[in-house]
Each structure stands twice: as C-alpha cells, then as structure tokens.
C-alpha cells in the first residue's frame, strides 16, 4: 500500500499497544528468526510448541524520495529464545549515511548499534526517551522489559534497507538475560554464516 | 548547543508535558507574535497584565546534514488571543522540497498547511495521531483543545526554517473558536505586510 506525500495525511496509532487500525503491519514471528539467534535449539523447540509474534511494525509506503521521511511504529514482544531477549532483525540502511530516530512510547528496550568498522553502541530507553541512531550504524531494537516495546521511528525515505548483512553476518554482540537485568555479550556466531 | 550526530545519543521528555529536564527549551511568548495576529488590540491588552508564553520547543542543535534528521518536542499551551487560538509562528523550510513529521502525544491540535500556490489545508491530532505535512507546505501548530498541545516532530536536518515569509504575509487562514469549537476563516491581513 503507497501513502501520498503530496498531501498531508494522518495516520494513527494507540499510544499503549502501538497497534494501528488504519493499517495492516508487517509480521515478525519466531520462525522468520531461524539462523539469527544463539540458540538455534532453543528456538526450534519453541517453534513447535507455537510459531509466535517476535515483533511487527507499520510499512507505509512512503516514496523512496530524500525530500520525504519514512515513519511508523514498531512493537517488540516481551520474551526469550533461550536466555536471549526477543528483537527484531535489525537492519543498515541502503544508503549508509542516513541516521534514524527512534522515540519510546512504552516498556524498557535496547537498541543496539554497530557500524561496519566494528565499532559496537548502545542506548536504553523508556518512554519519554528517543534515540538518535547515527548514519552508518546499523540498528536492532530489543525488548528487555516485560511489556511490548513499542517505539515511533521516523527516517528519510529514500534510505532504503540492507537486512542482508546481519541475517549473514549477525550484530558483533548479543543481548541475553543474566542475573535478572541484560548483559552484553559477545555473539559467538558473528561472521560465521 | 550541538548535537553530536555522529555517536549514539538519546534525548528525554516527560510524555505527559512535553518538557525535557536535559535542555533549555526555545521559548516564545505573546509579545513574539506581535504583527502576526488578527487582533492586535487584544494582544496588546493581554501583553500589558502578563506576557504569558505561548509555546515551547527544543531544538538539539543537530547539524544540517542532508543524512540527519532534526527532532525534538514541541508544546503549544492553551489560550486565545480575542478568538485567535493560541499557535506557533509556523515556517515554510529553506529547502522547500522537505517534509515533516509530526506526533501527537498529548491534547488536540491543528496543523495548517498552506503552500506557494495557495493551496491549504489542517489536519486535527489527538494522542497517538501523526501528521504527515508534504514537501512545499508551510505549517504551524494550533493549540485548539484545552490543555497543552503535546508533539514529537521530525525532519530532513538541512531543511532550514524561513520563518520570514509567514511573519510578513501570514497565513491565508485564520483558526478561531465559533461556538465552542474551532473554525477556519480568510486571514484579512493575509498579504499586506
């Protein structure tokens, strides 16, 4: 479905879920997951108990122009895959040098960042709190809260998506559960696809 | 104050007032609309017991790069000046072709819209409603509910902001109160700076 940016338009959202009526969202459930997490196990077993909604987000079809702005909102499900926290995909940009804000509506969630020289960030936010992700990074959102994680994302439209290099590649490090809050740790699978 | 963009960074605001404890908000107050309403005997008037402000925004201070964004709360308070409501300046962007996002997190507001050619248009947001204004419209914020008109907001970082167009010719349209609700009306003052 394409928006017009010619004219203004509205698009509305429940600030609690995130979830949208005036649209359909994109669907995110365990199995889209397979090869990207660090207990592949762990997630096959889940998968067969119940393929369930990691996380979805509002496409809207915003024409791939400089002068206009992608947005939406995404909601990260609380839950693990063993010890580690449910997260989207994660992605960079097509075009590198193109930086994202992310604004935190409700629940606790990480968003993690790395740039293509290695260098690994950074940011925990509630609601109130944006994240402004620089260009060059790639992103992931983590829940790491016991609520949907939902955020408002907005970023200029043309920047295009490049999900090929972590699903390949994997971020240098993973978010897991130690000791009841989150840990950092390195991914022992990075670079190994 | 500058933004560095090229790291991670978060910025905070409290959801409910729209108010960052991290920043110093840009504030502007009744005297700054002077020449700019329909009633300047009113504004006037009210100037002299207090000059009350009339609305708040924080601006980060990120660079104008055509691959960041600028972002940051806007808070327009309720009120009249005669059955003018309450509103920002509003400002067409120095690279015309940019769009804006605009997020309501609190109260009910309008969004005006108009462009070169005249073609003008409003959008009313409540909590939870984003307002997509086109490449090429002017826009400003207007307070029309009763308590502070709450947005998150968006945009191109190198957009620019002229400001000079609206403050000398004005809008096209007017938003009053008529019978407890708002409503548009021919600016009479539009064009004769």
Redesign the interface.
């Given at each position: 479905m394409s928006?017009n940016?010619?004219?203004?338009?509205?698009?509305?959202?429940?600030?609690d879920t995130g979830i949208s009526k005036d649209r359909e969202s994109s669907r995110r459930y365990l199995s889209n997951l397979k090869g990207m997490v660090a207990d592949e196990g762990a997630l096959e077993k889940m998968i067969k108990k119940e393929d369930t909604l990691v996380y979805e987000f509002y496409e809207l079809g915003v024409p791939e122009?400089?002068?206009?702005?992608a947005?939406g909102t995404s909601i990260c499900y609380p839950g693990k895959i063993g010890d580690e926290f449910f997260m989207t995909k994660g992605h960079f940009h097509g075009?590198l040098?193109?930086?994202?804000?992310y604004?935190c509506?409700r629940g606790r969630g990480l968003?993690l960042?790395e740039n293509p020289e290695g260098d690994c960030?950074?940011?925990v936010?509630t609601?109130?709190?944006?994240?402004?992700?620089?260009?060059r990074?790639a992103h992931r959102s983590i829940n790491i809260g016991k609520e949907p994680f939902v955020q408002?994302f907005?970023?200029?439209a043309d920047a295009g998506h490049d999900y090929g290099t972590i699903e390949t590649k994997g971020f240098r490090k993973l978010v897991v559960e130690q000791n009841g809050d989150f840990a950092l740790i390195d991914n022992p699978k990075w670079g190994k696809a």
């Open positions: 928006y940016v010619d004219k203004s338009s509205v698009f509305s959202f429940a600030l122009n400089p002068g206009d702005l947005f075009i040098d193109i930086a994202e804000v604004l509506i968003i960042m960030t950074y940011e936010i609601p109130g709190m944006m994240v402004y992700v620089p260009k990074y408002f907005a970023f200029r």
